[in-house]
């Protein structure tokens, strides 16, 4: 499967079409039309439509086009997919599902992707899914979801509606509270990475709310980076920037692993004497490392480096 960018997913609210437009000149890797949370239930209807418009009708060269639709345990779910599928499926990357709790609710996606493909004479399974992980159940089921189907792309973690999952006391996305001894985050964050890897797809971090303090939403991405997280959304022009730096690996660290990938090549090579455990400066360096080497350097190829 190929990788999509997705270092910066940019939320757009589905009711807003000033948003819709100006997000097309933004530089996030990633956007998605949203359809759930940020649009108020007597907007829902008219934002499909919005949205529809704007995936036909925009200039969305270089980002991956993704929907986030309504949860299953709404009304709305089928006909966003419907509509938004049928409208403009050939602009279309990704269906988002929010608060996935099983995996059959992935294979319910799935199963009407591929009966709106037909219909509408679409390449079959060529539309991802990205599920979102935001809720108890969703995060003891999150390696079946990850296996549910072959459409899936990304597991993403959902904090906001985490913390009110799990009756976390604190309002503020990522913050560490003195009560507790350790990092409440980590252990959500690294299930979720686990099961991507485990199934070879990425692992996107969500949103951090205070937009206006982006040393903050630094700081928190950077935890999961640190983990081998791939991205994370955006809620603001502002956090973009950041987003794109801190998911991408440092100059120093990309020229290294370069480095590191072409002396093990050569030192492998029948030039190089078929070694397969060589020193490079005070480094030894061997398949494992070059496997290290190899994760960093996809990462900065990736972004372009
Ligand atoms: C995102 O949807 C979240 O709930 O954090
Ligand atoms: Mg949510």
């Not at 960018?5 to 009711?15: E, Q």
């Not at 700081?219 to 991408?248: C, F, M, T």
């Not at 020193?279 to 290290?292: H, N, P, T, V, W």
């Amino acid at each position: 499967m190929s990788l999509r960018p997705r270092r910066s997913c940019l939320a757009v609210p589905g009711s807003s079409t000033k948003m819709l437009g100006k997000a097309q000149g933004l530089p996030a890797d990633q956007i998605f039309c949203d359809l759930e949370d940020s649009v108020a239930p007597g907007a829902k209807e008219a934002a499909r439509g919005n949205v529809v418009a704007a995936l036909n009708e925009g200039d969305w060269t270089g980002k991956t086009r993704v929907v986030r639709v309504n949860d299953l345990t709404t009304k709305w779910t089928y006909r966003d997919v419907i509509t938004v599928v049928e409208g403009a499926g050939q602009n279309l990357d990704c269906i988002m599902l929010p608060k996935v709790q099983t995996a059959a609710q992935v294979q319910w996606l799935d199963l009407l992707l591929s009966q709106i493909e037909q219909v509408m004479g679409f390449e079959v399974g060529r539309i991802g899914i990205e599920a979102q992980i935001e809720n108890a159940l969703g995060l003891s089921n999150v390696k079946d979801i990850a296996f549910a189907s072959d459409r899936i792309e990304t597991i993403i973690f959902g904090p906001a509606d985490f913390m009110a999952s799990m009756n976390m006391p604190s309002l503020v996305v990522g913050a560490l509270n003195p009560d507790y001894p350790g990092d409440p985050f980590h252990y959500p964050l690294f299930k979720i990475v686990e099961a991507a890897r485990a199934r070879g797809v990425q692992a996107i971090d969500g949103p951090f709310l205070q937009i206006r303090d982006v040393d903050a939403f630094r700081s928190v991405a950077k935890k999961s980076a640190a983990l081998g997280y791939d991205g994370k959304w955006v809620l603001h022009p502002g956090q973009i920037d950041a987003a794109n730096e801190v998911y991408r690996p440092r100059q120093e660290d990309y020229d290294h692993a370069e480095l590191i990938l072409d002396a093990y090549a050569w030192h492998t090579s029948e030039a190089g004497g078929h070694r397969g455990a060589v020193m490079l400066g005070d480094e030894m360096i061997d398949e494992a490392s070059a496997k290290m080497a190899q994760v960093i350097a996809g990462k900065g190829r990736a972004a372009g480096m």
